[in-house]
């Protein structure tokens, strides 16, 4: 078994694969992180990126790197709030404005949040909510009226979801659900949508060098218990490598790295009840530093 590779032979009967050779993608959250290492790492086989995210200068300044290493590459930029229907509304009018249809959607734009749910604002409850869950579902089912997949031009869906899908994570229990979420929705819709020639996975990295630590700590509050984290920790270079290669490969689910592979496999034989005091153990050590 390679380090990135974590799927059993069941998944075997849904195997199309995707190639990029050419390919026309829409990059949500694009401005760095995982969205900027997906642009990178596309921009060499892609004929287009559409770039979409709130913060306009850094895709600005993203789109000229691109443009200067791949002078073939045609380059969007889409600022907008994809939490908000507005958003949406810009995104897909931008996207109709393309001189060739789309055929892949890379649904990386997210959001978390550290601390007690007991504390949480209700906004930032939704705005989790919205872009996690809303913004990724309605792009996901709107990106199936843009695009007109064959067996010879298939199209794929990539949603970006983590380990954390995997197991309750107090102090983070929305975005933990929400990305449950996310990976149960991906494994429905990559049944449902294969006879149409649509390929959908998700990729489930564990913690990952990127901004969302900084973005999900809570203004003036003391970071959370992260013991353990390091030995599951990957660069976002091999995550982005790991999910490219899972689309290659026709597979709907990859945990990037033989630790997080190891942990995802842990994680759905423990008895929940065990799962359960383990958790609180931990949760309660965190609370007492």
Known sequence: MSEESSSPNADQPFVRGFSFKHCVALITGASSGLGAEFARQLAPQADTLLLAARTKETMETLAAE??????HLKLVICPCDLSTDAGRETFWQNVAQLPTKPNLLINNAGLGDYGLFADASGDRIRRQ??????ALTLLARSFLDHISPTPQRPAAILNV?????????????????????????????????????????AVCPGPTPTNFG?????????????????VLKIPPHRVVEAALQTLRDGRPIVYPGKRVTLAATVFRIMPRSLMRFILAARFQRGQSK
Do not use: F, M, W
């Open 66 to 71: 691109l443009s200067q290493e791949h002078p």
């Open 129 to 134: 909510i919205d872009l996690n869950i809303t």
């Open 161 to 201: 979801s983590s380990l954390a899908g995997a197991v309750p994570v107090p102090d983070l229990a929305v975005y933990a659900a929400t990305k449950s979420y996310v990976t149960s929705l991906t494994e429905s819709l990559a049944i449902e949508l294969a006879s149409r020639h649509i390929q959908v996975a």
């Open 214 to 230: 900084n973005n999900a700590r809570r203004p003036g509050e003391k970071d959370i218990d992260r013991g353990g984290q390091d």
